[in-house]
Antibody, heavy 118, light 107 residues
Framework: QVQLVQSGADVKEPGASLKVSCKASGYTFTDYYIHWVRQAPGQGLEWMGKISPRGGNTDYAQRFQGRVTMTSDTSTSTVYMELSSLRSDETAVYYC???????????WGQGTLVTVSS | DIQMTQSPSSLSASVGDTVTITCRASQAIRNDLGWFQQKPGKAPKRLIYAASSLESGVPSAFSGSGSGTEFTLTISSLQPEDFATYYCLQYNSYPWTFGQGTKVEIK
């Protein structure tokens, strides 16, 4: 069965970088984009960007341009999302997801809580 | 960016009721819209894609309609497990954008 398993919770200081991993299994890793979506406590969902594991092509939301980097490792079927220069208001649960659009089934990781605090 | 405005922000309903949630786009997005359900502490789950296509395994009580700028999610005969927060997502233009959410609560 398809699974997206994310790395565990983390605490970061303001100004630091976070790096969250998302390991895919149960399907051909290179066939589907992986998206990153975040959710601040008690708030709504925010799309951050997507990556094609096949060629590494990315599309980032403009507001994260220059601070976000999404990469993929086909040898381990893992996608990474790194966000730099963290602010305290970026405390959030970060989700990876496969298939937000299109007719293939949609799957989400379990989420990774990243707390930004000094 | 395309703004997605959901209404209402919250609603109270009873088991067995039919509820409708609306999502309006700030510009036309064809039918490039999905609906997601999220329960507390859980990842979102997609219900609808392409405005009206039902995700595999999702009960037929959920239906979506609309095109252009106005879209609706209808839940027929609300069940206890349907009490959750619902979000629309437009994927017509970057950045993809979610509505602010509609919380469906038990009356």
């Amino acid at each position: 069965q398809v699974q997206l398993v994310q790395s565990g919770a983390d605490v970061k200081e303001p100004g630091a970088s976070l790096k969250v991993s998302c390991k895919a299994s149960g399907y051909t890793f290179t066939d589907y984009y992986i998206h990153w979506v975040r959710q601040a406590p008690g708030q709504g969902l925010e799309w951050m960007g997507k990556i094609s594991p096949r060629g590494g092509n990315t599309d980032y939301a403009q507001r994260f341009q220059g601070r976000v980097t999404m990469t993929s490792d086909t040898s381990t079927s893992t996608v990474y999302m790194e966000l730099s220069s963290l602010r305290s208001d970026e405390t959030a649960v970060y989700y990876c997801a496969r298939t937000l659009s299109g007719s293939s089934s949609s799957y989400w990781g379990q989420g990774t809580l990243v707390t930004v605090s000094s | 960016d395309i703004q997605m405005t959901q209404s209402p922000s919250s609603l109270s309903a009873s088991v067995g009721d039919t509820v409708t949630i609306t999502c309006r786009a700030s510009q036309a997005i064809r039918n490039d819209l999905g609906w997601f359900q999220q329960k507390p502490g859980k990842a979102p789950k997609r219900l609808i894609y392409a405005a009206s296509s039902l995700e595999s395994g999702v009960p037929s009580a959920f239906s979506g309609s609309g095109s252009g700028t106005e879209f609706t999610l209808t839940i027929s005969s609300l069940q206890p497990e349907d009490f959750a927060t619902y979000y629309c997502l437009q994927y017509n233009s970057y950045p993809w954008t979610f509505g602010q959410g509609t919380k469906v609560e038990i009356k």
